[in-house]
């Protein structure tokens, strides 16, 4: 069994930041790549960023320049380090992984979500 494991969210002011880790633990062969996706309320789920195992990276148009997403493979670890964050930031950030948890079996697993609110 995988799990995926979000922490860092809450509450901050506009202009603040923050720092998102997602920790997958269980039968993990490999992982490839590692996104963050977030869902605002009354919208769908989207494509923050994303990073592959080798370490080339994704960002949606309105996170560009202010987040970064980076891994550490030691610790099976993504991280989102949310700069100048806005109001239309806040959401529900989930963590996804696509998982080799077994010798024939590839699969994407998603975390449980961690609320950002950005408000003054």
């Known amino acids: 069994q995988v799990q995926l494991v979000e922490s860092g969210g809450g509450l901050v002011q506009p202009g603040g930041s923050l720092r998102l880790s997602c920790a997958a633990s269980?039968?993990?062969?490999?992982?490839?790549?590692m996104n963050w996706y977030r869902q605002a309320p009354g919208k769908e789920r989207e494509l923050v960023a994303g990073?592959?195992?080798?370490?080339?990276?994704k960002y949606a148009d309105s996170v560009k320049g202010r987040f970064t997403i980076s891994r550490d493979n030691a610790k099976n670890t993504v991280y989102l380090q949310m700069n100048s964050l806005k109001p239309e930031d806040t959401a529900v950030y989930y963590c996804?992984?696509?998982?080799?948890?077994?010798?024939?079996?590839?699969?994407?697993?998603w975390g449980q979500g961690t609320r950002v609110t950005v408000s003054s």
């Open positions: 996804n992984a696509e998982i080799r948890d077994s010798y024939i079996s590839t699969r994407p697993y």
């Open positions: 269980g039968s993990i062969f490999s992982i490839n790549g």
């Open positions: 990073i592959t195992s080798g370490g080339s990276t």
